[in-house]
Structure formats: structure tokens, C-alpha cells
């Protein structure tokens, strides 16, 4: 297949930082030469970058010493009939957004960088193919694993930053770093929005003018349904409040069935917070997190928000 827009760093070299590495071997040099005490940031990408890879970068750049990105559109996390070859690629424009940030290093592999003709070994986690996300994308957790777990120990960070939009990929590198036992930190961050609760995504930019103005149904309909549990909350002459995982479910699905273009509801599921495993019975004060897929025209979107 075509490599993924690697930036040249012969094309970049009369440009301001940060220092762009398209192989493996210069990345690795860069890190060795680092003192061991050395706050290594990382943000990993697939490019089109947007104000919530942004944030990622601002925090990290706050908060460490050296900010590493990268940019990598991982074929191993797309399925069969996805968006692999129309994934926005925009690199030169991503390249001014991290200059601005002030990123030290840019990750620029191609395909056959990470995944030469012989590459045979995968990161398969347990359970996650069972998620309603996994159900949804078969396959996609163990791309999304194993790309993760290359650029972790290509770029041995101390600290990495994700956004909670993809709640369930948060829980499986948390876990991933956990049962691995890698040396890093998982910063989490909330989800950036437009000022009208849309989800900042680069597959927005699929979306036709008419499907971006009734886009934040898909966030209005979770708002409904986090209402309708802190309602339940505030029932009187409750010792222990809770309410069924299914009303919840059925009011995210009532409200996106409202409007004509919602034109396929993949699924609602509501989970605990730190497994993603579905609450199938009720959802007590201790919380959980409501997630959904869905299509709005031809375009999937995903959200999710935190009881």
C-alpha cells in the first residue's frame, strides 16, 4: 500500500523545529541523548490536527521538557470498507500547528518504517474486541494496541496525552501500560468542543454543510441522558439512587432518532468508568461512562460523556 505522507526532512531543513525523524533509528538517537531525568511528553497522531490534538501538545509542552508528536496514520486500526484511504492528510499545515506549539520532535514514519513485509507480531488485548466499539470495528483495538505499544517503546516518553473522546482506546492504553509494565504516564484529557457541543474530530471535515448544523445532536443526546441520571440522583427518600443502565440508552436513542439524518445508530452503551465493561443492570452514584456511534449522513461520528 501507499506509505502514509511521511514529511521529508530534507524538504522541512530551512524551517523552524520542531525536528522532524522519519526513521526509527534517528528518533531512538535523539532519545538516548537525553539525561535520564529528562520529561519526555508525547502526543501520538494521525495528522489532520485539530484545537484537541492541540491541547494534548499545550499540556505536554507545560508540563515537560522535551514534547514529542507524531504523526502516523496506522493502517493495522482500520477495517475493511473504512476511511484508510480518504483519512485527511495534511502535513505541511500540521507541521506549522506543532512549530507553533513549540514541539521539540516530530515522528514522521512511513508505512514500511512500522510495518516492513515481515511484520508478524501483534499486541492482541483480551476483551476489548468485545466492546461495543470492538463489536463495531472488529480488529481495531489490536491495530491500536500494537501502533501504541511500537511508539511507546520507540519513544520510551515518560508522559503521554489522549483524549477522553475515545474512551474506550483510553481504557486499553492505561491497561496496556499497566500489564506491560511500561514506564510511563497516561494523561487523560477532556474532550474539546465547538462551541456547540460537537466533538472536535478530523473526520469532521467529511461532514456536508447541513450534516455539520444538526452534528451536535449527538452530544445534546448524551447532555439528556447525563440529565436524566442526576435527576434520578435527586429523587427523594433514596438511601442508594441508581437508575437502569437501559433508560439511559433509551433517551440517547430517543433523542438521535429525532433528527432525519442520524441515519444509523451503531450502538449506546453505557460502562464502568475504568474497565469499559457494559452496566447492564443499574447505574448507582459511583457513575459511569455513556458512549455511542453513529452516522450522521454518511459520516460516523463517536462521543461520549462521564456520569
Request: glycine fraction near 4%; aromatic fraction near 6%.
Amino acid at each position: 500500500m501507499a506509505s502514509t505522507a511521511a514529511v521529508s526532512a530534507a524538504s522541512l531543513a530551512m524551517r523552524r523545529s520542531p525536528t522532524v525523524h522519519n526513521s526509527i533509528a534517528s528518533i531512538r538517537s535523539m532519545r538516548k541523548a537525553l539525561q535520564p531525568s529528562t520529561r519526555v511528553g508525547f502526543v501520538p497522531t494521525m495528522g489532520a490536527l485539530h484545537e484537541g490534538h492541540l491541547s494534548l501538545v499545550k499540556e505536554a509542552r507545560i508540563k515537560n521538557d522535551i514534547v514529542v508528536a507524531s504523526i502516523f496514520v496506522n493502517p493495522t486500526q482500520f477495517g475493511k470498507g473504512e476511511d484508510l484511504d480518504k483519512y485527511p492528510r495534511q502535513m505541511e499545515a500540521d507541521f506549522e500547528l506543532l512549530s507553533d506549539m513549540g514541539v521539540d520532535h516530530l515522528f514522521a514514519p512511513d508505512h514500511d518504517m512500522m510495518f516492513g513485509e515481515n511484520f508478524a507480531t501483534y499486541v492482541d488485548p483480551t476483551g476489548f474486541d468485545d466492546s461495543a466499539e470492538g463489536v463495531s470495528r472488529p480488529g481495531h483495538f489490536r491495530g491500536v494496541a500494537t501502533v501504541v505499544t511500537k511508539l511507546f517503546n520507540i519513544i520510551q516518553p515518560t508522559h503521554a496525552y489522549f483524549g477522553q473522546k475515545d474512551a474506550a482506546q483510553c481504557c486499553l492504553i492505561r491497561r496496556i501500560a499497566k500489564d506491560l509494565d511500561m514506564d510511563v504516564e497516561i494523561i487523560i484529557m477532556d474532550t474539546i468542543r465547538e462551541t456547540d457541543g460537537l466533538a472536535l474530530s478530523s473526520r469532521n471535515a467529511y461532514l456536508t454543510p447541513e450534516e455539520r448544523n444538526v452534528a451536535p445532536i449527538v452530544y445534546q443526546s448524551l447532555c439528556a441522558s447525563r440529565d436524566l441520571y442526576h435527576s434520578s440522583l435527586r429523587l427523594p427518600n433514596t438511601n442508594h439512587a441508581s437508575i437502569p443502565a437501559q433508560l439511559l440508552i433509551e433517551k440517547v436513542k430517543s433523542v438521535l432518532h429525532s433528527e432525519p439524518l442520524v441515519s444509523n445508530v451503531q450502538y449506546v452503551s453505557v460502562d464502568n468508568k475504568d474497565t469499559m465493561r457494559p452496566i447492564t443492570d443499574n447505574v448507582t452514584s459511583d457513575g459511569a461512562v455513556i458512549s455511542l456511534a453513529c452516522q450522521v449522513g454518511k459520516v460516523r461520528l463517536i462521543d461520549n460523556i462521564i456520569l
